[in-house]
């Protein structure tokens, strides 16, 4: 059974830095181009970040570019997104996603496997 764990999610003051970890068990991970996406209250779920299966090409949300980066670690079945000069509206819960293949993904759908969240509060 597939599972997706997120982690490091929490609340932050806006400027400040996170790391959110998502550790894969269940499938064969390098075999699957990951994602993060992310849902503000009221709002429907978006994408922010992905990376094919070797990491080497990554694509992330035009209004996000230059302050989150998403990385994994094969050896270790994770995904990271490290987030830096946080700002109020990235509060939210961020989700990692599992899409198999090697295609960049933005698409919710194009997704097969999905984490629990974790939330992200940015105070003012």
Partial sequence: QARLVESGGELVQA???????CAASGLSFRLYAMGWFRQAPGKEREFVAAT???GGSTRYAESLKGRFTISRDNAKNTVFLQMNSLKPEDTAVYYCAA????????????YLYWG?????????
């Fill in 15 to 21: 400027g400040g830095s996170l790391r959110l970890s």
């Fill in 52 to 54: 094919t299966r070797s």
């Fill in 116 to 124: 629990q969240g974790t939330l992200v509060t940015v105070s003012s």
């Fill in 99 to 110: 899409a198999f293949g090697d295609r960049i993904a933005i698409g919710t759908h194009d």
